[in-house]
């Protein structure tokens, strides 16, 4: 099935650094989302973009819906331990019903305190 | 907390046996969705619930079958277990726009 090309596949920096990445597409997207998954525990959602050029804050967090709405980013501020997980984008593309999400594989942050 | 939860949390069990998982969630939302997480996968859609008995497939849906006879459950049934399908099941509920919110996850091992 079709997936959401997400970069870096894992990043492992110090403790007050800002984090940055990204998830892209070749076909046009109408939503984006983030989610954080801690070991052991389910996808959690951190921030749900719909509008191309959006920018949303959730605490440190800060994600953009790409203008072109073929991509997005997610941005983390001065990150902490506690940011430690993999984290995950997913869009949609479709205007049908059905609602099923199309998934990036994720990036593994490592954070050395 | 998204109100979901999921039923075993753990399960080992053997080839050939079936096997099924639940999921219930408090919030009475129509869309509901089954999927699957392995390492270099992420996660894939086995099936998805867009109200009561009304059910259909993903990306992975072959050896499962799903029910949802209640706004509140959705099971996932594996007639016949096999190793492959050794994973970590995870529900979800989808609310506004297309937002879906996780369950706490069901750790399957068949050997």
């Known amino acids: 099935g079709q997936q959401l090309n997400q970069s870096p596949q894992s990043m492992f920096i110090q403790e007050g650094e800002d984090v940055s990445m990204n998830c892209t597409s070749s076909s046009i997207f109408n939503t984006w989302l983030w989610y954080k998954q801690d070991p052991g525990e389910g996808p959690v959602l951190l921030i749900a973009l719909y509008k191309a050029g959006e920018l949303t804050s959730n605490g440190r967090l800060t994600a953009q819906f790409g203008i072109t709405r073929k991509d997005s980013f997610l941005n983390i501020s001065a990150s902490i331990p506690s940011d430690v997980g993999i984290y995950f984008c997913?869009?949609?593309?479709?205007?049908?019903?059905?609602?099923?999400?199309?998934w990036g594989l994720g990036t593994s942050l490592a954070v050395n305190p | 907390d998204a109100g979901i939860t999921q039923s075993p949390r753990h399960k080992v069990t053997e080839t050939g046996t079936p096997v099924t998982l639940r999921c219930h969630q408090t919030e009475n939302h129509r869309y509901m969705y089954w999927y699957r997480q392995d390492p270099g996968h992420g996660l894939r859609l086995i099936h998805y619930?867009?109200?009561?008995?009304?059910?259909d497939k993903g990306e992975v849906s072959d050896g499962y079958s799903v029910s949802r006879s209640k706004t509140e459950d959705f099971l996932l049934t594996l007639e016949s277990a096999t190793s492959s399908q050794t994973s970590v099941y995870f529900c979800?509920?989808?609310?506004?726009?297309?937002?879906?919110?996780f369950g706490p996850g069901t750790r399957l091992t068949v050997t």
């Open positions: 619930s867009y109200g009561v008995k009304d059910t």
């Open positions: 979800a509920i989808g609310r506004e726009e297309h937002e879906q919110y």
């Open positions: 997913a869009g949609q593309k479709n205007a049908g019903n059905n609602r099923k999400l199309i």
